[in-house]
């Protein structure tokens, strides 16, 4: 696997669990790239991003998309879990559309 694609990914978790909105949009990021059927970002989240937290999100949702490959393995399923748990409590109208 790519370094720029590990280090993209540990950029995102760094930022993922900050109670800010560029913190929820890194988190969106990252549990879209796992699984983009289940999480929508938007282009408009990319927004709130500061110039290094887009393109560290750029290129991990580039990579699911060229790859097809998830980034769980990066992150690890208990990591993924955090984030899922973490967007579920913060986002409770999507708890039926993502089985939280």
């Known amino acids: ?5 590990i280090q993209s990914t540990k950029h995102l978790l ?8 560029s913190g929820k949009t890194c ?9 983009p059927g289940h999480y929508s970002l938007e282009f408009s989240d990319l927004c709130c991003l500061d110039g290094r937290n887009t393109r560290a999100a750029l290129n991990v949702l580039t ?15 208990e990591t993924f879990n955090r984030l899922h ?3 579920c409590r913060d986002h409770p109208d999507n708890q039926i559309a993502n089985a939280c």
């Open 1 to 5: 696997m790519n370094t720029n694609i």
């Open 63 to 77: 990579y699911r998309l060229v790859e097809f490959e998830s980034i769980e393995s990066i992150i690890g399923p």
């Open 27 to 35: 988190q969106l990021a990252l549990l879209a790239a796992c699984y």
């Open 14 to 21: 760094e930022n993922a669990f900050r109670d800010t909105p």
């Open 85 to 87: 748990d973490a967007w």
